[in-house]
């Protein structure tokens, strides 16, 4: 085998959509023994969100859970903005929406993404760093968020 497209093979993340992440959370938290840890997406100004490669005001009401020593499990409530999150929570329902890897070099990752048709969905900025969500659902059967944390 070869190296891996994305420089990693150790995910980091798992995203599950939701309509009430308050419910959703209680049953996790109630299941793994372990307190939530709540935040809001930051508004365009903060995140620079852009969907498909627009400019979008979505932002989500999130919820982790550290399950391991490198793994999270993420709970996403999206608002009603075009997103990733709102497009899957609708045509999908809700469950698992990505898994994710922390990489080096965001840009040239999506690139490489890209190149073996896997074309980003949506990106932005977050407090320290940066995401991206990739369409992997033709080959991998899951989006892929990519997390570039700054140094």
Excluded at 75 to 83: G, V
Excluded at 131 to 144: H, Q
Aim: with cysteine; glycine share 8%; hydrophobic share 35%.
């Amino acid at each position: 085998m070869g190296n891996p497209l994305i420089g990693t093979n150790t995910v980091t993340q798992i995203g599950i959509l939701v309509h009430d992440i308050e419910k959703t959370a209680a049953a996790y938290s109630k299941f793994l023994g372990i307190e939530p840890r709540f935040v809001t997406t930051g508004t365009y100004e903060e995140a620079q969100t852009e969907y498909l490669g627009k400019p979008s005001q979505a932002r989500s009401r999130l919820c982790f859970f550290k399950v391991g020593p490198s793994l999270e499990l993420e709970l996403i409530q999206p608002d009603l903005e075009p997103s990733t999150w709102r497009n899957d929570l609708d045509q999908n329902g809700e469950g698992v929406h990505h898994i994710a890897f922390v990489v080096e070099g965001m840009k040239e990752k999506i690139l490489v993404l890209e190149r073996n048709n896997m074309p980003l969905l949506q990106k932005g900025e977050y407090t320290g760093g940066r995401y991206a969500y990739i369409d992997a659902n033709e080959d991998l059967k899951v989006v892929l968020e990519l997390l570039e944390n700054d140094k």
